[in-house]
């Protein structure tokens, strides 16, 4: 399969590896507006460099590509490519606008062709373990999902993470979108939201962000994002009234750890760690290219995710200027 990357900056890195661990895959095209990004990223992986996706897409039809700008180009980008015919797994969140996440999961419809929103940790096989789980009954009734995605990043409050006409606000867009995948990945669509967004700077996105969801079967996710906490923390668990099941990113490594009345903490095993979660994702894309059944998110899953935060941030009092 000849692939293409769109914007060859932080997270496209990932993505290329990717594409090298499969012998029939070549990265066969990249483009970057900033021209030496381009050109440095495609001496690295042997691809041929272009400065916009409408020059690459004039030369040469890759069989997929994938979107790696920032959430207000998605829109641009993404269209050109499904307008051209060519499948795209498209960097989360799925825009910065709700409107820009409704067209495109508009076109994704119109086209018929493969769209996907790179919502990653699906992908760690404790989710997909933690799925599994509820789906069998193996948890009880599920109550609670509790997920935080906290560290320091202070960088970030001043970087184009927390400007809110590229990014489309601040932390919650960016590491909250993961939770709120995350959450209806394992446990379905979120039916409310209520959520506090925390700000350090004029005119600029949340450094911070707690929100309670609740899904449409009931059960409450207490969800923590920030840029701004001394204390790390990157982890998600689920509190069933016969099992709760726990992964932390930073001790869990290849295991779940089960917790059931009467037994002492069970360590579940798992195939891999969270860190297969990039591979196990490109793996999924080219199979659902060949028509498998896929765990990737949809646009619409994208669309979703994305009139979720925008309801926090209305509630934040941030309107109008955010979609
Ligand atoms: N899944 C994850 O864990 C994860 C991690 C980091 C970033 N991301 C997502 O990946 C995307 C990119 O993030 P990043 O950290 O790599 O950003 P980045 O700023 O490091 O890189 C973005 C690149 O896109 C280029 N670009 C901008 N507009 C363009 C356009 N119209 N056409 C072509 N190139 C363009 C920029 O010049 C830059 O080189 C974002 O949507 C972000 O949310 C996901």
Not at 17 to 38: H, M
Not at 107 to 131: D, I, K, Q, S, W
Request: aromatic fraction near 8%; charged fraction near 20%; hydrophobic fraction near 40%.
């Amino acid at each position: 399969m000849n692939v293409a990357i769109i914007g060859c900056g932080g997270i496209a890195r990932a993505h290329a590896e990717c594409v090298r661990e499969f012998e029939e895959d070549r990265l066969l095209a990249v483009a970057d507006i900033d021209r030496k990004a381009a050109e440095r990223f495609a001496a690295q992986w042997g691809a041929k460099p272009f400065p916009t996706v409408e020059n690459l897409l004039a030369e040469t039809l890759p069989d997929a590509a994938i979107v790696c700008t920032p959430p207000n180009t998605h829109r641009e980008v993404v269209s050109a490519l499904l307008s051209a015919g060519v499948p795209v797994l498209c960097e989360k969140p799925l825009a910065h606008i709700v409107r820009d996440a409704e067209a495109l999961a508009d076109l994704a419809g119109e086209t018929g062709l493969p769209a996907y929103v790179a919502y990653c940790h699906r992908f760690n096989p404790a989710a997909r373990l933690m799925r599994d789980y509820v789906g069998q009954g193996r948890t009880g009734r599920v109550h609670t999902f509790r997920n935080a995605f906290i560290g320091f990043a202070p960088h970030l409050t001043t970087a184009w993470r927390t400007e809110p006409d590229i990014s489309g606000g601040g932390c919650l867009m960016d590491n909250g979108s993961h939770s709120i995948d995350l959450q209806q990945f394992i446990l379905g669509p979120i039916a409310d939201v209520y959520a506090s967004l925390h700000f350090d700077g004029q005119g600029r996105g949340d450094v911070a962000a707690d929100l309670l969801t609740v899904s449409e079967s009931g059960v409450a996710g207490l969800i923590s994002v920030s840029y701004v906490s001394p204390k790390p923390e990157a982890r998600f668990e689920i509190i069933g009234s016969e099992m709760a099941l726990e992964y932390d990113y930073a001790t869990s490594g290849a295991t779940v750890t089960a917790y059931r009345p009467g037994h002492d903490p069970e360590r579940l095993q798992l195939p891999a760690g969270c860190d297969v979660r990039f591979i196990e994702q490109y793996r999924a894309f080219r199979e659902a290219l060949q028509g498998r059944p896929t765990d990737l998110a949809t646009f619409e899953e994208g669309l979703r995710v994305s009139r979720i935060i925008d309801r926090c941030q209305r509630q934040a009092g941030i309107t109008g200027g955010i979609s």
